[in-house]
């Protein structure tokens, strides 16, 4: 079985201040980890995967992630917000070693104050 | 260009009305699925589709029917016997598959769902 949590529903933080967005996972399997962005009324776009080549993984937007297997975690970190971060994130994890499904955290809400 | 596509945008419907979502996908994705979005809930899966001619329940399938006649495409019919249809419908694909690594899912614009 596989589990994504998201551990805060809401963050707010000022412009130009670091981001941290917090994900835990459990995978009985070696997982496949993803952040998505989502817009207001729009799909969601990828941020950034894991892939076992590399534990700091870097995506679009100056937002990366780091992978560590000892606290199952996934936490998106940026070092400067900006206005156009603000946005609903997800953290997914998938898993091979059968059929692939993908499960979804809750989100997590990103508020930037200017 | 590849992608995934869904329609209509935004759709009306009346009470007691069954109505049809459309998601079509030209990327030769296996692997495609239905999200339900909601204020404050995240995204909780319908249905999904690892194959050709064959489907699951996801975690909220009441209410809800599919079919996946041809690997393009994947349309969910919200039924009269779904209590509270109003929400935002995501539809995903993937490559799916057995031992597949760090593929990610692609997903469409969404169609919000409405009823009057």
């Known amino acids: 079985a596989q589990s994504v949590t998201q551990l805060d529903s809401h963050v707010s933080v000022s412009e130009g201040t670091p981001v941290l967005l917090r994900c835990n996972y459990s995978?009985?399997?070696?997982?496949?980890l993803f952040w998505y962005v989502q817009h207001p009324n729009k799909g969601l776009q990828l941020l950034l995967k894991?892939?076992?080549?590399?534990?700091l993984v870097k995506g679009i937007n100056g937002f990366e992630a780091e992978f560590k297997k000892s606290e199952t975690s996934f936490h998106l970190t940026k070092p400067s917000a900006h206005m156009s971060d603000a946005a609903e994130y997800f953290c997914v994890v998938t898993l091979s070693g059968g059929y692939q499904k993908v499960t979804f955290g809750t989100g997590t809400k990103l508020q930037v104050i200017p | 260009d590849g992608g995934i596509t869904q329609s209509p945008k935004y759709l009306f419907r009346k009470e007691g009305q069954n109505v049809t979502l459309s998601c079509e996908q030209n990327?030769?994705?296996?692997?495609m699925y239905w999200y339900r979005q909601d204020p404050g809930q995240g995204l909780r899966l319908i249905y999904y589709?690892?194959?050709?001619?064959?489907?699951q329940k996801g975690d909220i399938a009441e209410g809800y029917s599919v079919s996946r006649e041809k690997k393009e495409s994947f349309p969910l019919t919200v039924t009269s016997a779904q209590k509270n249809p109003t929400a935002f419908y995501l539809c995903?694909?993937?490559?799916?598959?057995?031992?597949?690594?760090?593929?990610?899912?692609?997903f469409g614009q969404g169609t919000r769902l409405t009823v009057v």
């Open positions: 995903a694909s993937s490559i799916g598959g057995r031992a597949v690594m760090n593929t990610e899912a692609f």
């Open positions: 990327l030769n994705h296996d692997a």
């Open positions: 894991y892939t076992s080549a590399a534990t």
């Open positions: 589709s690892q194959i050709v001619n064959d489907f």
């Open positions: 995978s009985s399997y070696s997982p496949s």
